[in-house]
């Protein structure tokens, strides 16, 4: 039992792993976030189509009561990544990624709303520990810094992720996570389209490798594994051990993109990876 717990774990820590890369490629790639997030879904989307058929996965989705929740949840995804990218785009890796990560704060208070589980102290215990280290990375408040507003992009981001991982718990269990996030892509895909029609695609070709790299990477490959977590983990424990991520990306961030972390990011980071650490001991005992 602990050996597939700890299967388990790490599963969700490489998930983890490949999603940090977004934060890195997100601020590196020179396009418009909506153009990012486009090629980004249309991409995995049809890797995972042609994974599924060879594979012989099936796609039908069993239930028609799924219809709106799935359509609902791909809608916040794509808010999600759009106003992420922007949150990397108006500040840093380091900033845009840990703004993020107020998600599990949000989690552990909607779950019990969404889910109807018992509520637990101790995930708002922990999740006030990730709060702190990101807290501690914050920059002066100044309502007109750009870093200020990639904040708050990045907080609304988180928002919508919350939604969408809360609609998702409640349908992934009956459902193969691969063919969820086929169709989490397809929505997002279909929800962007309009936007190209508006938007500037100078240097596209340059900047392809890279999309393909987020695509494949860090979505078609890195959500479907969270997704599958979500059959072992509540989403409180998904987030809060998922949480690694801003210490990923602002490693990342340093080798990549030359962004130098401040002593703040040492403790704000060690704080991040301390709650991680204890979710995931904790959820074992369960």
């Known amino acids: ?17 490949f999603i940090s890369t977004s934060g890195v490629l997100g601020k590196y790639i020179a396009l418009p976030s909506e153009i ?3 090629f980004r879904a249309f991409i995995a989307m049809l890797f995972l189509y042609l994974f599924c058929t060879y594979k012989n996965i ?6 028609t009561k799924d219809y709106i929740p799935f359509l609902i949840s791909g809608v916040f995804m794509a808010a999600h990544w ?4 922007y949150a990397l785009k108006l500040s840093n890796v380091a ?14 208070l909607l779950e019990p709303v969404f889910l109807r589980v018992k509520f637990n102290p101790v995930h708002i215990f922990l999740a006030f520990l990730v709060f702190t280290g990101i807290y501690i990375l914050t920059p002066e408040f100044n309502l007109e810094s750009a870093q200020l507003q990639g904040i708050l992009f990045g907080v ?23 063919m969820l996030m086929f169709y989490q892509t397809l929505i997002v895909s279909v929800v962007l389209l309009p936007t190209l029609f508006f938007m500037d695609f100078s ?42 991520q801003p210490v990923f990306g602002i490693i990342l961030a340093f080798f990549f993109l030359s962004e130098l972390p401040s002593i ?22 369960k």
């Open 36 to 38: 990012i997030i486009w």
């Open 1 to 17: 039992m602990k050996n597939i717990h700890l299967k388990n774990l790490s599963v969700l820590v490489l998930a983890t792993l």
């Open 58 to 63: 099936d796609l039908k989705i069993k239930s």
């Open 156 to 178: 609304f981001s988180a928002f919508c992720y919350t939604i969408r991982i809360l609609i998702l718990k409640k349908h992934v269990s009956n459902n193969n996570g691969i």
């Open 82 to 85: 759009v106003t992420y990218f």
């Open 95 to 108: 900033l845009g990624v840990l703004s993020l990560y107020t998600f599990p704060v949000i989690t552990a």
């Open 203 to 244: 240097g596209l070709l340059s900047q392809l490798p890279y999309l393909f790299l987020l695509a494949i990477l860090t979505t078609a490959l890195g959500h479907t594994l969270m997704l599958q977590s979500l059959k072992h983990f509540s989403a409180t424990t998904t987030a809060i051990v998922s949480s690694l």
């Open 264 to 285: 703040n990011v040492y403790l704000g980071g060690s704080l991040i990876l301390l709650t991680a650490i204890i979710e995931g001991v904790r959820s074992n005992k």
